[in-house]
């Protein structure tokens, strides 16, 4: 029985169905798992692979879908303002509007994410997920060189557009999308003078992984990608073809007059790059420490279907590897998958955008601000003294609209530009979520069952733990649920007034475990 | 013994603590609180200060006996008269008022024209080189140069008698410096908000739900540090991952309530300009007055990044940073305690020697860095930068960072720094 065959259907309990959502998508309701489950492991998981792509445009905001003005004529039109200081007025303001826009750019994802729904006609998401996966993989920023939201933009929409397809076809759609290189320098890379840093990092980070390739390699590879370029009037992809190197150049030990097409090809046809790829599969959607053998059997399959993705997830979501204890409740959320599998739960919207962005921000995953070109390391890495507090205290925010100052937006990372302006929105009790529990029971059709203590603490580990908790953890929080603020004994109740309070109290308590973190 | 919660360490003190070392069961915090406080009044401590944005090491230190600069910088330059001149050809920037007192007491040492090999102009790329201090393409690369001073600490100790929590950071995320494998060190943007807050809405009920917290956040054997084989990454061993989890939480939270009592109690000596980096610093001189263990604080000021007018930028930075430092100087002498602690500032890189067309520089290459404290050797070290003999119209680095870093380590935190480093640099004589 190899580690990729397929586990029996009985084994896709509620439980095995919200493992899936969870790794597939950011989460999900208790009644979404049992739903899931019903549906049975075959169809549960081509529901969940075989999407239709969204197309994922509507509804941001037209101004995010249309290129910014061009530096040149921003520049033309700054140089018409003689006062100086006016001047200046108007050069921070066409900075701060990207950073609107960016933060919209944001919050509109994160909308996503938290509507992605297995439901029939829901956001697919295993598409949101994986456009993340892909943003962390092939990672570009708005710090820095970008800082623009449009490229970004258009960037997230191929992710989104080729999120399951095969990795040749995402790598030719990577060396010609402009955010990319830019970030990497591509986009003024000339013959006889290329810049490496597409050339390298597209081995060393995004096919095939150090060691598999030479320094030689590297710079031939730069002169093939020579000429990949951008019209920085409107964003658009522009092969340049006076720049391009046409010449013979020698890469991975073949020659030919190869251009950014032929390299893809030539590294997809190195071994190292399906091993590569399923190590980061592996790490992303099963284990964060994946052994040799679990990715030696993910890139035989992944190679054999000629790369692509659709299929290999097929094959995973499906597998006895998927659902072994190595892959159950080990992982790490991320601070995105934390937050909005934490609201999916709730059955809440959105909070504050500012708020939550400004909470993601200090949690260590700010969207499209990746730390740098590697992505966000992920697993551990999540966690430090700070960001664990935060994840608590982010608890408390949820809870009980308390959000410490450390939510507000930091100064964005552009540093040698004028700080962000953006008004921070009222951070005071109460501003951002008012979650009902009785509400949500009522909804749910579950009130009849609430008779004791013990029901009422099973019911919310179910809604948002979404496993059998270990035995101390239900056994402090029934302890919680029998006692009452004046120091006695007094069991909650669905029908007390001060159900609610008490039941946000045990939820924060959920959620402020080490138990919480993992999915 | 059962003493594992916050309150009863609180109540016990650390005096009571010494017995508990022994057992696994307790947080690591308490042990390590506990086997360092013997030793922590002579240990002595590092504070980092990182410019950030690269920070114009020509205006800082200026060469204004060097015609090529006023040359270079048409706008931007500062003759001699303005600067507080260190000799003939060297002066500090005009608003560096504190460190020319310090300079001048022999208790600021400027090295000059630092950097390393093949440099690089992106912010983040050099400030990572400058915060792991190993070469490119080491693959402990992904530790910082401090991290490694932590894990060197932490190693082949009984971790429930591991020195104390060794580092301290102030922000919201924790610098590349200080990652580390053995789950050590705190990065704090807000005492008040390290923390865990009940929600309960009687003191009774909160006290319930804190206790509750605690025993969800009890360590429950283990060491709280990931194995090697795993630092940075989990194996699907759930009980480690937990562990690691309960660990960080329960050393987070004592530590925020030692933290806060200590700065409470302790009290600062003169006054401090407004600002981050003083308020911080304020913590710094507290922390340390209170004999908190760690051994290194680290702390960033931001904004260097001067593309564009930076002749007010630039002054303001300065003497904030000045103002700051030398207030902090000031509180540590006062209070008698300015011995144990050596302050050290760098920027990821200085800026081109020709200034660009916005009256600002662009991102350039070699550039000084300041090292202050009663032990450090003070005076300029180096050359001046040679602005004849450029590198693409950057000053030329003649002494590498990390010649700097094995000082400090070798001399300072008495520690291998060929461990650290991943190979012996030529210390030069600072401390």
Known sequence: MGLLSPVPARRFTPYAASHLLWRAGFGCTWEEAEELSALGLDAAVDALVDYAPSGGSAPVSEDIQSPPEAAKVLEERLKAIIDEEIREKERRESYRREDELIGDLQAWWLQRMLASSPRPGGIPPLEEKLTLFWHSHFASGFQDKIRHTYPLWRQNKTFRDLATKSFPEQLKALIRDPAMLVWLDNASSQRGNPNENFARELMELFSLGVGHYTEMDVKEAARALTGYSVDRDDWSFRFRKNAHDPDEKTLLGQSGPWDGDAVVEILCAQPAAAEFMAGKFLTFFVCTQPEPAMITAVAEVYRNSGYDLKSLLQTLFRSELFYSAPAINTVVKSPVVLAIGALKGMHAPLPDADLLLGALQVMGQELFFPPDVNGWPGGADWINSNTLLVRYNFANFLMHGVSPDAFKMQERKMIDRAPSHREFLATQRNAAVDWQPLAQIEASGSARRMLSAKDIVDYFLREFLQREPARDLRTALVRLAETDGAGGMRSMNIRDKDFDERARGLVHLIMSSPDYQLC | ?431
């Open chain 2, 1 to 431: 013994m059962y003493l594992h919660t916050r309150r009863e360490f609180l109540s016990t003190g650390l005096k009571g603590v010494g017995l508990l070392a022994t057992s696994a069961f307790v947080p690591t915090f308490i042990t390590r609180t506990a086997a360092a406080t013997g030793a922590a009044r002579d240990s002595s401590i590092l504070v980092v200060v990182q410019l950030s944005g690269g920070n114009d090491g020509l205006n800082t230190v200026v060469p204004f006996a060097n015609d090529l600069y006023a040359k270079a910088r048409p706008t931007l330059h500062l003759t001699g008269k303005e600067t507080l001149k260190l000799d003939d050809s060297l002066g500090l920037h005009p608003s560096l008022i504190e460190f020319k007192n310090e300079y001048d007491a022999g208790r600021m040492a400027i090295v000059q024209n630092v950097g390393y090999p093949n440099p690089s102009r992106s912010h983040f790329r050099s400030m990572e080189i400058w915060q792991s201090g190993r070469d490119e393409n080491d693959p402990s690369q992904r530790e910082g140069w401090l991290g490694r001073y932590f894990d060197a600490q932490c190693e082949g100790a009984d971790p429930t008698r591991r020195p104390g929590e060794i580092g301290m950071s102030f922000g919201k995320v924790m610098p590349q410096a200080f990652r580390n494998r053995s789950n050590v060190g705190l990065a704090i943007s807000d005492p008040q908000t390290f923390q865990w807050n009940p929600s309960g809405e009687t003191s009774t009920l909160a006290s319930v739900q804190e206790t509750i917290f605690e025993k969800l956040n009890q360590p429950n054997g283990g060491s709280g540090r990931m194995s090697p084989a795993n630092a940075g990454g989990i194996t699907g061993n759930e009980p480690d991952t937990i562990n690691f989890l309960r660990h960080t939480a329960m050393n987070a939270v004592l530590a925020g309530d030692t933290i806060r009592g200590l700065l409470k109690k302790q009290k600062n000596r003169g006054s401090y300009p407004d600002g981050a980096l003083a308020a911080q610093l304020q913590m710094v001189a507290k922390l340390i007055a209170g004999d908190f263990p760690s051994r290194v604080y680290y702390l960033a000021q931001g904004g260097y990044d001067t593309h564009s007018q930076q002749r007010d930028n630039h002054t303001r930075l300065l003497g904030d940073f000045s103002q700051s430092v030398g207030a902090f100087l000031a509180d540590l002498r006062k209070q008698t305690i300015s011995e144990k602690v050596t302050v050290l500032a760098f920027s990821e890189f200085g800026r081109r020697v020709a200034e660009n067309g916005s009256q600002g520089t662009d991102h350039g290459a070699a550039a000084p860095l300041f090292l202050f404290g009663d032990n450090v050797k003070g005076g300029l070290h180096g050359p001046p930068p040679d602005l004849a003999d450029l590198d693409d119209g950057d000053v030329k680095h003649q002494i590498d960072f990390r010649q700097v870093y094995a000082s400090l380590l070798d001399n300072w935190l008495k520690t291998s720094s060929a461990k650290i480093l991943g190979r012996e640099f030529p210390g030069i004589p600072v401390v």
